[in-house]
């Protein structure tokens, strides 16, 4: 199983390099990766873009196959359609997480990753949220995502079977705002 962590954004709507900003005395980008290599992926990528040069500078991407989108302003569908290609041949699937959501529990991530079924997705108490599980079988649909919500719309397409992991509390915070970062660090991981 590969897990892909998506860091490529240029972080618009706060204004600075949202993977760069402090979290519990590392980077919020530091904290998601570290909580990805515990879930015991065979391959773990990571997709940088806006901000990759000082996030290569200050972050520990150990043990992370790095990926980078050129066209990371497009939305992040141009990050999975990136790395997809680089998702070793033997992967039975692949794990997305979002690189500004360290609230995630690593167990979580693992029952969506043993999902048997094309699609797997998080039910948290208040809706659905990431983790996703993408199957081998939709790579190639993964090969040609666009824009910022292309995964929710093939989750939805009723194209294929869905699995939902439930998953205990409200979705994780997703670091999108200056408010969203300060509920963050007041605790409200979730």
Request: proline share 5%.
């Amino acid at each position: 199983m590969t897990g892909l962590v998506l860091a490529a954004g240029a972080s618009v709507r706060l204004g600075e390099a949202k993977q760069l900003l402090p979290y519990r005395g590392r980077t919020l980008l530091d904290a998601t990766l570290e909580l990805a290599r515990s879930c015991g992926f065979d391959q773990l990528l990571v997709t940088l873009g806006g901000a990759a040069t000082r996030i290569r500078a200050r972050v520990d991407l150990t043990g992370v196959q790095v990926v980078e989108n050129a066209g990371f302003s497009t939305g992040c569908g141009s990050s999975i359609s990136t790395a997809v290609q680089a998702v070793d041949p033997r992967a039975d699937g692949l794990v997305l997480l979002l690189g500004d959501q360290p609230g995630v529990r690593a167990a979580d991530v693992r029952r969506v990753a043993s999902t048997a079924t094309p699609l797997a997705v998080c039910r948290y108490s208040d809706g659905l949220g990431h983790p996703f599980r993408f199957g081998r079988e939709i790579f190639p649909e993964l090969r040609d995502l666009h824009g910022d919500k292309a995964v929710w719309k093939l989750l939805h397409s009723g194209r294929y079977p869905v699995t939902e992991v439930p998953a205990e509390g409200p979705v994780p915070i997703d670091v999108d705002t200056r408010a969203d970062y300060e509920r963050l660090l007041a605790g409200e991981a979730r």
